[in-house]
Each structure stands twice: as structure tokens, then as C-alpha cells.
């Protein structure tokens, strides 16, 4: 297993470094010129634009630029062009209230995914059954930007019961939950719509192949309680693959954090990413897609190494 | 033992009806709602900035609505008989730091100010004398400022300088602490510590910055313009405008901005107070004047008589708005308000149109010599610009030019409109002005003067227009620049180096606890907030 | 040689393609659900079709007037803040959404048949490598790059195409890929192997046809997921740009509005809801009719 691990771990380093260059390249492709974004109109004429210039490094020939990003993103030391702070600090404050909304929008998912999932496997084709697909097929068609602005303009502008900005209120020192609780509510209500239909479907489908099986016939016949049954039996044995895709959602929230950090003004990763990239900030705009990369490498080594540890069945490579 | 037992019943009931300071600090506080936040506080040249150094700093001096010089750091001056020499006595003011400010203090910002390596070059610094050598790097120091002794400072202009208050003395030169800057590479400014906790002169601290959430100022106790009444002001960032409507409306924000057609709703509000003033944003849009067809001055006055500027403020504003026929904030005292605009006159348009030899061709389009009047409209793609956009095609259309709108995104567009080398693409291109965050001279040389940065990038000259904004630095008394400032607007309503089309109100809804006082412009607002008081 | 072999091959396949085809369409037809999502689709897709015809004004049809006027006569949808009809935005919106949603599937869809189709027959090495390339970019997040690289090199209808379909491939390949394997170890294709048929004509005549069905319900699929992409960029301004109409920036435009004019954010996004809902209705329905024990 560790040595498995760690062949993983490895390919990565080639897959990173593709990543940076196709990123580079990207900025340089792309039309506008950083400098120009950060000089307001106003200013024109003010600024000294060639001060900035080199102030930030973008007089050098490119190659010189590339071997500079790639020893500063090394070592952790890459400014950001408008900020000009190291950009790790910025990611590390930006992930706070993202990771906040995700773990919360999983946890709510997961706990949310299964009784529905177990209710619908029990009973298949029954209203239940058709009422939880209809919702499953629902919750995969609604726009989250849509539902986001429905969920404002029915519990903010109409209602006034929920706030529609920020993760926390004003002047709230960390993120204690008891006061930024309210907070958290409409924007992992849009998480949770995104991913509940996937996971319901999931569990679903693997609860009843579980069901079918042979053990579970045998522990019936034992005269074992129907909860026990399905607590010790159904549950654990159908989790696992419920518990493999959960690592996979972990980038797709990642997505789905752009939209709803947008429209809910969350100060996160991906608002972050997004006002970088509008903003021609390489240093941040490099900096998420290694991290989004990293993320994913380590999200399928884990997803593949739970998989293998929880089904002994099942041997890797 | 009875006595002390009354004296600590009598205390703790006190205690109770006083509240404990912690939680009379947290409601003796403000929240603003802002649409952006700034990325950097020293070197800025954003606008958002501008309303946040308010806060923080302070400078020596500035002018008022009259343009009547106003004494700030600076408490008295004297000024020698040729013009050109100003000695000036500091008032006792501190820094939030505890230290006095010095004559060593002014002379190290400025110095900052003018460094070959800061990033914002000011042209009116260098009236100073030296100041020219000293950015080139060829002098150690600026000669033209000196310290006499610790409360007072000697400037030496290289001539008679009629805007020595507002653009030498006034904003944005504030004083900056020395022992805090001194010997940082001003190349590497923003890495210092001071750069995101600034120090400085003004009524409130910076006392928490969250990156892209919010900015809290804390009142400081010795502003040498008294305490501030409201203890923490805090600026929130919500970018999108319906949110900071509910958010006001919740009572979880003090003072924000309301959208135009929600406005009367607010007004209604009996929990709220509303306040309109002429916006500090205006509208315009300009000509590439080298292209054939817009050079002839008819075609550009037949743009203004085809537009119903009036219909555009009721559409897009609701009606909260002006039409603007000068580029000044009306609150200024070199605004001319004597200025008669054109009216929407779609037949006079056509008419001008046919003088300067366009006749009518295929599909409606007029056309001269075989070429149909089509131009291409280039603008910042968002909904405001496009809004107004889809408005003035369709007015231009209806006399026969055909406008193509190229909505372009924020790099595109300033690369585009920014370098001289692709200024011949911009056939109409139209943007918005930020007014009062800079001096009234400057906006004018920078805009209609022909060696100004917009006019490089529109590529428009007049000779008469150069002329007048020469002679403002010299002139007499502010009663002869005034002439010059009015007679300089009514040529830019004549000639048309662009056309202006109007001026949005800001307009601004707050929490009935919360006493502003009464503003002008929207720059007045945040310069006033060390006055408000929260009930 | 050829003739002797597919006449061999002819009588080993399970179920002849035609009547395969046959049953799986009566079963689609008895499945309500299926039938419903059919039948709006069909309406959207003549809606979009006919823009001009069933429009009654035209989308940049602007009225300063008659502003923000509440559904009702005239305006079945209400107007938005310039008085252009929200309805006839909305119907020629469905063209730029529609089609935007089938190109971007049909790159993706067409890079997915290959990729697919390589790993699938050639098996071994080729199979592992693509394979980790495409886990690799299952699990990445799609949106992000979408978004990153639209913030980048500026919005715009071609580069959102170019985006979706570049980045949507992989669920496509993943399962053109699982048919081919399947389908590989059928006798009929050892045989045809045995008998001497070259693996193109293999390919075309024997595994593709067996695979369309396959691709068709991932087609439907993932049509609907393009849909969502495209409004999604469009509402952050990143897609299609004002003043063309997509579901998507329709809604950004009502915003602001929200409160005062409900109407122009919320029928965009229930148009997007009601076609997506549509294709997964029949996509749903098509794999319960083939197959339903297939795992899509």
C-alpha cells in the first residue's frame, strides 16, 4: 500500500509541472495586458506603468519569467500582482470559508442521501421509489445560479429571514458556527443540490444490489432483526461505494464553490480564482490551477486507496 | 461593612444602566457597504483607494467648495511676496502611533512621493523646485522643500503656482510617518508591514483588513480634528447591488447603495433614511478624431441633437439623474452652470448630418462618397455600458448611423484603449469619470488637453482649449480662474471632444440610528464619516 | 471471404439489431416518464427552430417606455428594464442555448468515441494510459478550468464551445470504452477475428453499430449538463455576451431587478430547468428501454 502510495504520489510531480507550463502558456496566449488592469482609468496618465512593470517582474524575457515562477511556486513564495502578498497566505485565508461550506454541504449530503436512498432500495418502484427518482432528476436539472437567486428572493428580499452575503457577520472574529450559522445556510443548500441526486442514485443502486445478495438472505433467515440487518449487513456493505465517490465530489465542489462564492460574495477559493483570472494575476491564477490539480491527484490516490482498504476483495497494481 | 454593600449594589446598577463599554463599542459602530475593496494602500491608483486613505490619513491642506484653501496638517502659512515660497507651521497633531508630526515627517513623504521608483508620477510635485532632479535621480533630495525647524516646513516653487493648495498641499499627498518608512526600498513598498497597516494622520485607524471581505477603522482618540463620534466604521464588500438593498433592508448594513428602481421603496422606508446627491460618476463617449468622418465638428454636434439624453436618465436611472453638458461635478465652484446643452433634436441632426455632405443610402444608412456611416462603439462589457449602449444605437439609428456595439472585457478593453499603438482602432469608444478623487485642473489637461492621455488616445487638439488650461496655474485670483474654467467648458460643450451624456445620482439609503452630515457628492460622504453619529 | 464471415457472424449475435432496436422503442414509448420529456423536448427544439415565427417581437426589440411591465397582455412574460419582451428573448435565447449545448456535446462527444474506441480495442497498454488520462480529467473540476480559461482569454461563444466540449469527454469515453470491452469478447467477434476480418472493417461492421445506443443515451445525457454549463458561464458573464440572449445572461440581467421584476430572472432559468429535466427524462427513459441494467 505505501509503496503504491508513494508510485502515485510520484507521477504526480510530471502531471504539476504540465499543468504550470499549460498555464504559462495560457497567459501569455491570452490578450490584455496585466499592467493596464491594475491602473485604474482615472489614474491614466499618473501611473507610472513602466515603474510597475518592473516592479513586477514583467520585464523579463519570458523563459527568465517561467524559471522565477516555477522556484517561487516551489517554495511557496509567489506574490500576488495586485495584493502583493505571498499568494499562499491568500489561498490559506481563502479556503477557510470554502472548506467550511464543503465539508458542511458533504456531511448534510451524505446524511441526508442515505436514509433516502435506504428508504427508496427498500421499497423499489413504490411511490417512494418514483417520488425519490423525480426528486433525483430534479435536483440534476436545476441551475444552481437559479436556485441560488430563487432561495435570495424568497428567504432574504421577501422574507428577510436569511442573510445573502458574506460567510460571517460583520466584524465576527473566526468562524465561530454558533453566530455564522445563518450564514451557512442558502449557499450549501446550493451545494447540496448539486451533489444529493448523485449520491442518492449511488447509494441507491448499490443498496440494492446489496440487498439481493446472499448474506443478506442468510441473515434474514437467522432470524436476525430487521434493523440489525440492515445497520450491519446493508449499510456497511453498500457504503462502500458511497464512500469512494464521495472523494470524487471533492473537485466537483470545487466547481460548484465558483458559482455559489459569486453570487453569495463568500471571500473563498473560488471567487478567488475567478477575480484572478479576470484580473490577469498569474501568480494567483497559477497557483489555484497547480493546487485544483493537486487536489484531484490526491482526491482519485485517496478515493482508489479507501476503496482498496475498505473492500479486502479488491487488490491495486 | 452595610455602607460598602450600598456602594456596590449602587455600582452594579449603574454598571446595568451604562452597559458594559464592550457592548456600547459594538453598537456605537457603522457598516458601509462597498462595491469593491482596495488591493493596496500605498502606490494606489484605484479609486476605491481613494475613499479608504480618506479614512487613515491626513494631509496639510486642501480647498474648499469656494476654492478658498483650508488648513488641515498645515495650520498657518505665510507666502513671500513673488509666489513662490510658502512657510508653513504644522499644527500639533499626531500620528496613530503616538509620535508628533513632524516638518521631518512632510519632507520624507514628499520625497517618497517623488522617488524615481514610486509608481504614480505627479506632475504638479514637480513644481517643486528640485523635485524634477530629484525624481530623475540625479539629486540626493528635494531641494525645494525644507525643514526649518520641527514644526516648520519651507516649500520653494519653481514659479507662481495658482493650485499649490488643492494639488501640492491637498490630496492624495498624504503624510506619511518617517521613522516607520524610512530606508525601505520603495520598489519593494507593498511587502512592508506598514503598507497593510498603515500609520497615519487621519481620524481612524485601519485596525483589521480581510482580504476581499471587509475593512475595519477604529475612531482615533487624538485626531487633531477631535475624536470621532462613531467608534468603528467598518467597509463590507458586497459587489452585487440587490444584495446590499436586503442587506440594508435586514438591518445588518448602515449605509449602502440603492438601486434606482427601488428607490422610492426606500423612501417609503419609515426605518431608513435616503439621501440623493448628483453622482461623482459621469457618461461619455469620445471620437477617434483622425477618422474621416468625425473630424468635421457637425457630424459630432449632430451625435449630441440625435440623442434624447433625457429619455436615457428616465430609462436607465429611473429619472434619477442629469443630463450633463459640462465634465465637472456640479459641487465645484469652477462648475459651470450657465451652460445650455443640446436638446434632442432629431431633425437638426439629420440636417447637420446633410450639411456635412452624407446623403441617404442603402438600408437606411446615410452614406458620403460611396461609404455608409457605420462606426464601430467599443465599451467595457458591462451592463451599464451596454445598457446605454443598446440606447444610443438605437437614437443614432433612427438618423442614419449605423453603430456596431463591441462590448469588450476589462483586459481587452484597457489594452485596447491604452496604447497608443492600437488607438486607431477606436472608431467611438465610451467609458465613465470618476470625478473628485483628482484635481479639476488635472482632469482637464489629462482629458481635452492635446497633450493629455486621453487626447492620445482619441487623438483630439485645440489650440484654444491648451491655451486657457495654460494660464490657469498663473492666474490672478480664482475670480480669473474661474473665467478660464467656464470659458474652457463652454468649448468643450462647442467643440465636442466627446460627447457627455449623463450623470446617475448616487443614491444612498441609511440606518435611521446612524446622523450623517448633510453631502454633496458621494466623495464628501466618505471625507465626512469621522462625523457621524450612531444613536 | 468477407460474406462468408459476416453471414457466420450474422447468426451469432444475441439479438438481431433491428428488433433489438424494436423492443427498446415500444419500451420507451410505455415509460410516461420518457414519453413527457419527449414531447418537450420536441417543443423546445421546434421552438427554437421557429424563433422568428413564434416570437412576437424581436429580442432586441427595445421599447424605453414600457419598462419592467409585469406579465400580462402584450408581454406573456412581462419585459425587462429596457422593455424588450422577455418571452421573445427567452424563445430565441433557446436557439443560442440549444445549440450551443449540442455543439459543445457533439466535440465531446466525437473526442469521447475516439478516445474511447482506442482504449476499448487496442486494450493493454494504450488502454491503461488513456484510461489514467481520463480518470484524470473526471475528477478534475470541469467548471473551474471552464471558468478560468474563459476569465482569461475573454468570453465568447466560440471559446465556451471549445471549452465545454473539450472538458466533457470523459464520461463518454469511459463508457464507449466499457461497450468496446464488452463487446470484444463476444464468440461473434472471435469468430469474425478467426475468419480473417480486418479490425476497422471489425470495428465498423460489427462493434460501432452496438455501441451507438451507448452514445446515443450519453449524447442526451450530457447535452443537458452542456445546457447548465453554458447558463452557468453566461450568468457570471463569462458565456454568451450581452446583448445576444442565452437562458443564462437573461437571468443575470433581471438581477438587479429581482425584487421590483421577478419575471425576467425566473423564466430563463425555469426554460434551462424544464430542458435539462427534459433530456435527462429521456436519456433515463432510453437506458431503462435498452438496458436497464446498464451503468450509466
Known sequence: ?317 | MKKSLVIGLVLIIALALAGTPGQAQRRNQAVIAIWGLPTRLVGSSEAVAAYVLLQVHEVLAGTDDAGRPVARLAEKWDRSPDGRVYTITLRQAKFHDGTPVTADDVKFSYEFYLHPRYPIASPSLLEIEGAQEYRQGRAPQVTGISVVDPRTVRFTLKGRYAFFFDQILGRPNYIMPRHAWEGVDVARMLEHPYARKPIGAGPFRLTEWRERESMTFQAFPDYWGGRPKVERVILRLIPEPATVMAEVRAGNIDAGQVLPDEFEGFQRNPQLQTFKVPGDVSFWFSFNHQHPFFSDVRVRRAFYYALDRELMVKTLQKGFGQVVNSPTHPSLWQYNAGLKGYAYDPARARQLLSEAGFTPGAGGILQRDGRPFRARYTFLSEKRYLDQGLMIQQFMRQVGVELTLEPLERGDFFGRFFSPANSSNIEVAGIAWFNLLLPVQFEFESNFKSTGAFSGIFQYGNPEIDGLLNQTSTAVDRGAMRTLYYRVQELILQDVPRVMTFRPDELWAVQKRVKTPPVKSLAEFFRTVNLWEVR | ?296
Open chain 1, 1 to 317: 500500500m505505501g509503496r503504491y502510495l508513494a508510485r502515485r504520489l510520484l507521477q504526480a510531480v510530471p502531471v504539476l509541472l504540465g499543468v504550470t507550463i499549460i498555464t504559462f502558456g495560457m497567459m501569455v496566449a491570452a490578450p490584455g495586458d496585466p499592467i493596464r488592469l491594475l491602473v485604474s482609468p482615472e489614474q491614466l496618465g499618473y501611473a507610472d506603468v513602466n515603474v510597475l512593470r518592473a516592479e513586477l517582474g514583467l520585464d523579463r524575457p519570458l523563459p527568465l519569467q517561467f524559471i522565477a515562477i516555477i522556484r517561487d511556486l516551489a517554495a511557496g513564495k509567489l506574490r500576488s500582482f495586485r495584493e502583493r502578498r505571498p499568494v499562499t497566505e491568500m489561498v490559506g485565508e481563502a479556503l477557510v470559508p470554502t472548506v467550511i461550506l464543503a465539508a458542511l454541504a458533504i456531511a448534510l449530503a451524505v446524511g441526508l442521501s442515505l436514509p433516502i436512498a435506504l428508504a427508496s432500495a427498500l421499497r423499489p418502484y413504490s411511490l417512494i421509489d418514483h417520488g425519490v427518482t423525480v426528486f433525483s432528476l430534479l435536483g440534476i436539472s436545476v441551475p444552481g445560479f437559479w436556485f441560488a437567486l430563487v432561495l435570495i428572493f424568497s428567504l432574504t428580499d421577501r422574507l428577510g429571514w436569511l442573510p445573502a452575503s458574506g460567510i460571517r457577520p460583520v466584524g465576527t472574529p473566526g468562524y465561530p458556527f454558533g453566530e455564522i450559522w445563518p450564514h451557512l445556510i442558502m449557499p450549501t443548500a446550493v451545494l447540496c443540490l448539486s451533489i444529493v441526486p448523485f449520491l442518492v442514485r449511488y447509494a441507491r443502486s448499490s443498496m440494492l444490489e446489496t440487498l439481493t445478495q446472499e448474506f443478506v438472505l442468510v441473515a434474514r433467515s437467522k432470524g436476525l432483526r430487521e434493523s440489525r440487518v440492515m445497520l450491519r449487513h446493508v449499510l456497511r456493505n453498500s457504503l462502500i461505494p458511497v464512500v469512494t465517490i464521495i472523494g470524487l465530489l471533492i473537485p466537483f465542489l470545487l466547481s460548484g464553490s465558483v458559482i455559489v462564492e459569486t453570487i453569495f460574495a463568500i471571500p473563498g477559493v473560488g471567487r478567488l480564482a475567478v477575480q484572478g483570472a479576470l484580473s490577469r494575476d498569474y501568480p494567483v491564477v497559477m497557483t489555484m490551477t497547480v493546487l485544483a490539480a493537486a487536489l484531484v491527484i490526491v482526491s482519485n490516490v485517496l478515493t482508489d486507496a479507501s476503496y482498496a482498504m475498505l473492500d479486502p476483495r479488491i487488490r491495486y497494481d
Open chain 3, 1 to 296: 471471404m468477407s460474406v462468408r464471415a459476416d453471414a457466420a457472424v450474422a447468426g451469432t449475435v444475441r439479438l438481431a439489431p433491428p428488433a433489438r432496436r424494436q423492443r427498446a422503442f415500444q419500451r420507451f414509448l410505455r415509460n410516461r416518464r420518457a414519453a413527457a420529456g419527449a414531447v418537450i423536448l420536441c417543443a423546445f427544439g421546434l421552438m427554437a427552430l421557429l424563433a422568428p415565427n413564434v416570437a412576437p417581437h424581436l429580442p432586441d426589440a427595445a421599447n424605453f417606455e414600457r419598462r419592467l411591465l409585469s406579465p400580462g397582455a402584450g408581454h406573456v412574460l412581462g419585459t425587462d428594464h429596457l422593455g424588450r419582451d422577455v418571452f421573445s428573448r427567452v424563445v430565441w435565447a433557446s436557439r443560442t442555448s440549444l445549440s450551443i449545448g449540442l455543439l459543445s456535446t457533439l466535440i465531446a462527444v466525437v473526442l469521447g468515441i475516439v478516445v474511447g474506441a482506442l482504449a476499448g480495442f487496442f486494450g493493454r497498454f494504450v488502454d491503461v494510459a488513456l484510461m489514467r488520462f481520463t480518470d484524470m480529467m473526471l475528477a478534475f473540476p470541469l467548471f473551474f478550468i471552464a471558468v478560468m480559461f474563459l476569465a482569461v482569454f475573454g468570453p465568447g461563444v466560440p471559446g465556451l464551445i471549445f471549452i465545454v466540449g473539450v472538458t466533457s469527454w470523459p464520461p463518454t469515453a469511459r463508457l464507449v470504452r466499457a461497450e468496446f470491452l464488452r463487446i470484444k469478447q463476444l464468440e461473434f467477434i472471435t469468430a469474425a477475428r478467426a475468419l480473417g476480418g480486418s479490425s476497422a472493417r471489425i470495428i465498423v461492421r460489427h462493434v460501432l453499430p452496438n455501441v451507438v445506443a451507448v452514445i446515443v443515451i450519453s449524447v442526451t445525457l450530457r447535452v443537458g449538463l452542456s445546457i447548465l454549463a453554458e447558463a452557468s458561464l453566461s450568468y457570471l458573464g463569462l458565456g454568451v455576451q450581452p446583448p445576444t440572449p442565452s437562458w443564462g445572461n437573461i437571468v443575470a440581467d433581471g438581477r438587479e431587478y429581482l425584487r421590483a421584476a421577478w419575471w425576467v430572472s425566473l423564466f430563463p432559468g425555469a426554460f434551462v430547468f424544464l430542458s435539462v429535466m427534459a433530456l435527462n427524462l429521456v436519456g433515463d427513459g432510453l437506458r431503462d428501454a435498452f438496458d436497464p441494467r446498464m451503468k450509466i
